[in-house]
């Protein structure tokens, strides 16, 4: 278990990676803003369930009346009310209920997105991290190691080359351990600015699970967010051709008038009925036909485009597991023993600077590959659960 972070005080509150994932549900930034963005959608549908779609119309007229020997004040008040036909208002919110459908769908392949990146900087800061404790040892050694040179070569036993050699050695794993700060640092920040807050810390390691299923994998991804956004698109456009559809049939208007002329006092009833003779939505209902033609195209394109995704990940995923399996069998056994036997060798006499130095350089690197490999075969987990749509 490895806790890194910006400072020792964070060290207390480092998160795991379930901690990470779940922070990035809640508060990411860019969560947030598509959570948002769906409240503009429910908006829409409010409008869209009115089933009265414009407003009451009133119209006032009043003038005087004028005749040989007498004079009145004529009034008529008249207020109309259009309504228009039931499947106007049903295509309206069918496409406001698809346009809601693509903002959750958005909101989910949002947090895939926010989630996958998540997932890769926490490993790369726990990465940076364990090869920062493995430098720390190097460290230590090759300070040893020096020492023992300096010690050897005061009294003569070796030249001062071998003295350069140690020195040189202990300056490139103290340059190395600053790279990797470097490199934490810069892993935390991504993390940090993927969940929206100022400073991360994070503990974990590198495990490596096993056990997948391509199977499992590929049909979990035909429910991945970006398929649901342009499923939802093309109900949308469907949506748009109804809407179409209904301008070929007629609007009308209920009203009442009341008028008061030459003191006579009359109420009329009155409807009104538009003809849709010229404008029957021809317009709306090409661009929706063609809008759902281009939309079920692209669908389907996504959806070839998800298999291979995964197909992919998958494969990458299984050589990393695979290169990682290989360094733990038949690697990373012993290395521990030569360490010690090497050093130790050296300080008898047993075995020149040189040789040392090439041993405990191959030692080290073979730790790093190890190191490396975990984090490449982590990262190709977190790929493969973002294509299969696991990450949500």
Same mark, same amino acid.
């Given at each position: 278990?490895?806790?890194?972070?910006?400072?020792?005080?964070?060290?207390?509150?480092?998160?795991?990676?379930?901690?990470?994932?779940?922070?990035?549900?809640?508060?990411?930034?860019?969560?947030?803003?598509?959570?948002?963005?769906?409240?503009?959608?429910?908006?829409?549908?409010?409008?869209?369930?009115?089933?009265?779609?414009?407003?009451?119309?009133?119209?006032?007229?009043?003038?005087?009346?004028?005749?040989?020997?007498?004079?009145?004040?004529?009034?008529?008040?008249?207020?109309?009310?259009?309504?228009?036909?039931?499947?106007?208002?049903?295509?309206?919110?069918?496409?406001?209920?698809?346009?809601?459908?693509?903002?959750?769908?958005?909101?989910?392949?949002?947090t895939r997105t926010v989630l996958h990146a998540a997932a890769r900087a926490f490993y790369r800061a726990v990465h940076a991290g364990e090869r920062a404790q493995l430098l720390i040892t190097a460290q230590d050694v090759a300070a040893a190691v020096y020492a023992a040179a300096d010690r050897r070569f005061r009294a003569g036993d070796i030249a001062v080359l071998d003295v350069n050699l140690a020195r040189a050695s202990l300056a490139r794993v103290r340059a190395e351990r600053e790279a990797t700060e470097a490199m934490r640092v810069?892993?935390?920040?991504?993390?940090?600015?993927?969940?929206?807050?100022?400073?991360?810390?994070?503990?974990?390691?590198?495990?490596?699970?096993?056990?997948?299923?391509?199977?499992?994998?590929?049909?979990?991804?035909?429910?991945?967010?970006?398929?649901?956004?342009?499923? !939802?698109?093309?109900?949308?456009? %469907?949506? &748009?051709?109804?809407?179409? +559809? #209904? *301008?070929?049939?007629?609007?009308? $208007? /209920?009203?009442?008038?009341?008028?008061?002329?030459?003191?006579?006092?009359?109420?009329?009833?009155?409807?009104?009925?538009?003809?849709?003779?010229?404008?029957?939505?021809?317009?709306?209902?090409?661009?929706?036909?063609?809008?759902?033609?281009?939309?079920?195209?692209?669908?389907?394109?996504?959806?070839?485009?998800?298999?291979?995704?995964?197909?992919?990940?998958?494969?990458?995923?299984?050589?990393?597991?695979?290169?990682?399996?290989?360094?733990?069998?038949? !690697?990373?056994?012993?290395?521990? %023993?030569? &360490?010690?036997?090497?050093? +130790? #060798? *050296?300080?008898?006499?047993?075995? $020149? /600077?040189?040789?040392?130095?090439?041993?405990?350089?191959?030692?080290?690197?073979?730790?790093?590959?190890?190191?490396?490999?975990?984090?490449?075969?982590?990262?190709?987990?977190?790929?493969?659960?973002?294509?299969?749509?696991?990450?949500?």
């Amino acid at each position: 278990m490895l806790v890194s972070g910006t400072s020792a005080a964070h060290a207390q509150t480092a998160m795991t990676l379930a901690d990470v994932l779940n922070l990035a549900r809640e508060r990411a930034p860019q969560v947030v803003s598509a959570r948002l963005a769906l409240d503009e959608a429910r908006g829409r549908l409010t409008g869209a369930s009115l089933r009265a779609p414009t407003n009451p119309e009133l119209v006032v007229q009043t003038g005087n009346r004028q005749a040989p020997g007498s004079r009145w004040t004529d009034l008529e008040v008249g207020v109309t009310q259009m309504l228009e036909p039931g499947s106007r208002r049903s295509a309206r919110m069918a496409g406001a209920n698809a346009a809601i459908a693509q903002g959750t769908a958005d909101i989910q392949e949002t947090t895939r997105t926010v989630l996958h990146a998540a997932a890769r900087a926490f490993y790369r800061a726990v990465h940076a991290g364990e090869r920062a404790q493995l430098l720390i040892t190097a460290q230590d050694v090759a300070a040893a190691v020096y020492a023992a040179a300096d010690r050897r070569f005061r009294a003569g036993d070796i030249a001062v080359l071998d003295v350069n050699l140690a020195r040189a050695s202990l300056a490139r794993v103290r340059a190395e351990r600053e790279a990797t700060e470097a490199m934490r640092v810069d892993a935390l920040g991504d993390l940090a600015r993927v969940l929206g807050i100022e400073t991360v810390a994070v503990r974990g390691d590198l495990a490596v699970p096993q056990g997948r299923e391509l199977s499992a994998d590929l049909e979990a991804a035909l429910q991945r967010p970006e398929l649901k956004v342009l499923e !939802a698109a093309v109900q949308e456009a %469907e949506a &748009d051709v109804q809407f179409g +559809r #209904s *301008f070929g049939r007629p609007d009308y $208007g /209920l009203g009442v008038r009341y008028a008061r002329e030459s003191g006579d006092h009359i109420l009329l009833g009155g409807l009104t009925v538009t003809l849709p003779v010229f404008s029957k939505g021809l317009d709306v209902q090409a661009i929706g036909v063609a809008k759902a033609t281009r939309l079920r195209a692209e669908l389907e394109a996504a959806r070839t485009r998800v298999q291979i995704d995964v197909r992919s990940a998958f494969g990458v995923y299984q050589r990393r597991a695979a290169a990682v399996n290989i360094l733990q069998t038949d !690697a990373l056994p012993g290395l521990d %023993e030569n &360490d010690a036997l090497t050093t +130790r #060798s *050296f300080d008898v006499g047993q075995l $020149g /600077l040189p040789d040392l130095l090439l041993i405990r350089r191959e030692i080290l690197d073979t730790r790093f590959q190890y190191l490396d490999a975990l984090l490449e075969a982590a990262q190709a987990r977190a790929d493969l659960d973002a294509s299969a749509g696991i990450l949500r």
